[in-house]
């Protein structure tokens, strides 16, 4: 059995805009996280691996199975979009077996699966609840339930963090975690932290193309040399913010300590280990020293 997920020259037109552009990846068991700022074409992506929209060119497979045989693949995936909703006067129990029951699953089957589905979200106590007094983060992890049903081999989940607080954040990180034991999750987001604490593997991908895949490792050093932290007074400060690429300032008594992308730093600057969040804005393509990154 092959349970990658291979996307090989995937290419996606509307009209004038490219918004998929010869886009290859290969994705292994985990979480696999895709990150991009908006309009990168991360959605357009997830609808195509969803098979809600065709592509033009290219070719999707997993475990030999094409995507052009979409009754097959849709066997196969689970999906949580960003703006999950189930209709709220549903009880959590009610609306699992309602939607097993549309994915065509017997009333054993059924029944066996939401119990222990229910029990891996931590939702078992909340199952007689109505969909409408639940909070944001059980709301999420009553997507990823539904996500469940069916023993999907890839879970697609958009933008999975948004709207929730940081307590629910973590919860919903963990849980994400232990789906990916068994599956492929493929994680869409914009969010740098989601990446840097879960993810196995990462894609950037911008304006339609994929600029780098790899572990956090190896996209961390993608901006390795190019990332600089120096002390200032406050008087200098509107003067760097004009002329250097900023990453982060923080007061320190009477200074500012920056941090900035340049190819050639400042003088007085030191050289620091990039992070994920450094390495992505240099390759999403921030300006450095007045010149666009073409990577």
């Not at 290859?24 to 700022?37: D, R, S, W």
Request: proline share 4%.
């Amino acid at each position: 059995m092959d349970r990658r997920l291979k996307i090989d020259q995937v290419t996606k037109q509307y009209k004038s805009l490219k918004a998929l552009d010869q886009v290859t990846m290969e994705i292994t068991p985990g979480i696999f996280g895709l990150l991009g700022p908006n309009g990168a074409g991360k959605t357009t992506l997830m609808r195509i691996l969803t098979t809600v929209l065709s592509y033009d060119s290219g070719s999707i497979s997993y475990d030999g199975i094409s995507w052009e045989q979409k009754k097959q693949i849709r066997q196969k995936i689970g999906y949580l979009p960003q703006k999950f909703s189930l209709y709220k006067q549903l009880k959590v129990c009610e609306a699992l077996h309602h939607l097993a029951d549309l994915k065509g699953m017997k009333k054993k089957e059924r029944t066996e699966q939401v119990e222990a589905i229910l029990s891996q979200v931590n939702l078992v106590e909340h199952s007689s609840k109505k969909v409408s007094e639940l909070s944001g983060g059980m709301v999420r992890r009553l997507g990823i339930a539904q996500a469940l049903l069916g023993n999907p081999e890839i879970i697609i989940v958009d933008e999975p963090t948004t709207g929730l607080d940081p307590e629910e954040r973590i919860r919903f990180r963990q849980l994400l975690r232990k789906v990916a034991q068994d599956a492929i999750v493929l994680l869409s987001t914009h969010i740098v932290d989601d990446i840097e604490v879960i993810c196995d593997q990462v894609g950037i991908l911008n304006r339609g193309k994929v600029l780098q895949t790899g572990s956090l490792m190896e996209i961390q050093q993608a901006a390795q040399g190019k990332v600089w932290e120096l002390l200032i007074s406050p008087r200098e400060f509107d003067q760097y913010a004009l002329e250097w690429n900023l990453i982060a300032n923080q007061r320190e008594g009477e200074h500012y300590r920056l941090r900035l992308l340049a190819e050639t730093p400042p003088t007085g600057a030191t050289p620091v280990v990039p992070s994920l969040e450094d390495s992505y804005l240099y390759l999403i393509g921030e300006k450095i020293d007045g010149q666009t990154n073409e990577l």
